[in-house]
């Protein structure tokens, strides 16, 4: 019990047997994987580039979001990647936002990337 983070011990507490301790930390585990996944898409969303930041900084920071979410099983349809982080982008960006979203299909990350870059 000495290595079991506090908040964890009031979920595995009063378990009597192993298999008991087992299923209250795989339940425990398993909603905060959930809690997890939810704060990294809201991390995703959130994203904005910086005013001291450059373009790379801005889309290391947005792919590496991107990876953690991959990491728990999150995938991500590559258009609505593409879209925030567009939406991402400063004011400044603004022409090349409705360029982009002009076209018929989006580019994917890559080209993205390339494009920003």
Known sequence: ???????IVSNIYMKETLYAIWLALEYFSKNSSDHKKLALKDNLRNIKMQRNKTIPQYLTRFTKCHDELVQVGVTII???LVSLALIGLPKSTHNYQDSVNGRDKLPNWEFLWFDLV
């Open 1 to 7: 019990m000495e290595g079991v983070w506090d908040h």
């Open 78 to 80: 590559e258009d609505d």
